[in-house]
């Protein structure tokens, strides 16, 4: 074998070696085995009433890019009282860089003091953007349909909305 023949194996080698620890950097904080957690501060509006919206989460990447999660709302300054509880599935395109759309979906649990509990599912999109090492500024829609909806209670049985959010990745 050559010396040029043996100075290319040797790079082929390495670069073959080092390809797994290439791809596991790539997801980075979208990573397998990372945990998000999120902060909700907001206003909404319900029943004709205004609304400030406090809430929190956490999710779990099973594998890069793909996580599971659960969240809670309170929904307090209005009447009736309004509590939220959601899990969720997310997908991060993380192999875009600087700027990480995503898609997902959830059930919801709404408890409405003096009401009927009200289920829910939906989808979102939207992209997360990088604003410091482990920190992504989100934006994006949700779809959100009402089941069992009682359109003499509730006026619309579905609803459209941005959301805004801020995650931090550890």
Known sequence: ?????????SA???TIASAPATAANVAGVFSQGNTHLSVVVGNGYAFNDSYLVLGAG???????????????E?????????????PSVQYV?????????????????TFIDKLPDLDSFGGRAGVYVAVGRSAYFGVGAVYESYMDCNKATYRECSDVYPEVSFTLAF
């Open 93 to 109: 395109f993380y192999q875009v860089p600087n700027v990480s759309p995503y898609i997902g979906a959830f059930y919801r649990r």
């Open 74 to 86: 309170a929904w307090t300054g209005g009447d009736p009282t309004i509590y939220k509880v959601m």
């Open 1 to 9: 074998m050559s010396k040029t023949s043996a100075i290319l194996m």
């Open 12 to 14: 082929v080698l390495a």
């Open 58 to 72: 956490i999710s779990y990447y099973l594998v890069d890019g793909l996580n599971i999660g659960v969240s809670a």
